[in-house]
């Protein structure tokens, strides 16, 4: 059974590897101080981190015989949602100003995260025409 | 005719297939009977929920979509390694992090949402906002010395191909 062998010792690398950068990312999670910077270590976590152990985990169940697919599809949800909550953690950065402010986007008037709900509510000055017949 | 009432049946054909796929990756073993089963809830979640979904998205070709998901992995390959090195050895000081803007030639939401979920899963980079009327995607980088070839390599690597997906 030497595919079982090579099976085994492939798993074992991949866990190695996967818990290697998961390590790096716990360090850079620990080392950066400022809230931007640090929010990218979890990515590494969520991509090649996971994606290694779901490697060893799927490699490991061919070796003992029983082949499963689930980790493909928990692999594709991560890949799905991980960036929605990178994406809202960087959201709730800019909008406490806990980050430096980025710059003015070339076309149009501001970032839609420091758009202010209240420049929308002030109400636009009356059409002369129209304002008689808002009286009546 | 007959493109209509394929359209009636199948709003989002492409869903219809993916949602087949999940459920028999589900099951865990393959079978007829599963892979029909499949393809009937495939059916019938896109036709029930498609009152909130009301737009067909226009064109997708999934060959090519196929060939950037392969592009996509080996590119977070080598970016965790270039990011694990710059976390290990890069000191807080040094680092030059830096917010990127990205103008769009995108425009199906369907097409900036990939653009981002890429940009996030890729170490070293993590899209943070879209300017208010969608013209713009901030980024922001984690050490780069040259913010400028960040930004045209995210235009010419994946939004050029991103434009020939989605048509």
Redesign the interface.
């Known amino acids: 059974m030497s595919g079982q062998i090579l099976a085994t010792y492939a798993s074992a690398l991949s866990l190695l590897i996967g818990s290697g950068f998961i390590t790096v990312g716990v360090i850079g999670l620990l080392k950066f101080n400022d809230p931007m910077t640090r929010l990218h270590a979890p990515t590494k976590v969520g991509t090649i981190g996971i994606g290694m152990l779901l490697l060893a985990s799927m490699l490991h169940s061919f070796a003992i015989g029983s082949s499963s697919m689930h980790e493909l599809l928990i692999m594709s949800f991560l890949f799905v949602t991980a960036p929605v909550s990178a994406n809202f953690i960087a959201k709730v950065n800019i909008h406490r100003r806990t980050c430096e402010t980025p710059p003015a986007p070339p076309r149009d008037d501001t970032w839609s995260t420091l758009n202010s709900p209240e420049a929308e509510i002030t109400p636009a000055p009356l059409d002369p025409v129209k304002e008689p017949q808002t009286n009546v | 005719m007959v493109r209509r009432a394929f359209y009636w049946l199948l709003p989002h054909p492409f869903l219809t297939l993916l949602l087949a796929v999940?459920w028999v990756?589900?099951q865990?073993e393959f079978s007829a009977g599963m892979a029909v089963f499949g393809l009937i809830l495939g059916i019938i979640i896109p036709w029930g929920t498609s009152i909130w979904w009301p737009d067909q998205p226009k064109g997708f070709h999934l060959g090519r979509m196929f060939t950037y998901a392969l592009m996509v992995i080996y590119d977070?390959?080598k970016a965790?390694i270039e990011?694990?090195w710059i976390?290990?050895s890069v000191p807080?000081a040094k680092?030059k992090?830096a917010?990127i803007?990205i103008?769009l030639d995108l425009v199906q939401p369907e097409a900036i949402t990939v653009l981002?979920?890429t940009i996030?899963?890729t170490?070293?980079t993590?899209?943070?906002?879209?300017?208010?009327?969608?013209?713009?995607l901030?980024v922001?980088v984690?050490h780069t010395d040259d913010p400028d070839g960040v930004r045209d390599e995210i235009k010419t690597r994946y939004e050029a191909r991103l434009k020939e997906i989605f048509i």
């Open positions: 999940v990756l589900l865990n977070i390959i965790n990011v694990a976390v290990i807080n680092l992090p917010w803007v103008p981002a979920g996030t899963l170490p070293g993590v899209s943070a906002d879209l300017s208010n009327e969608g013209h713009s901030l922001h984690l």
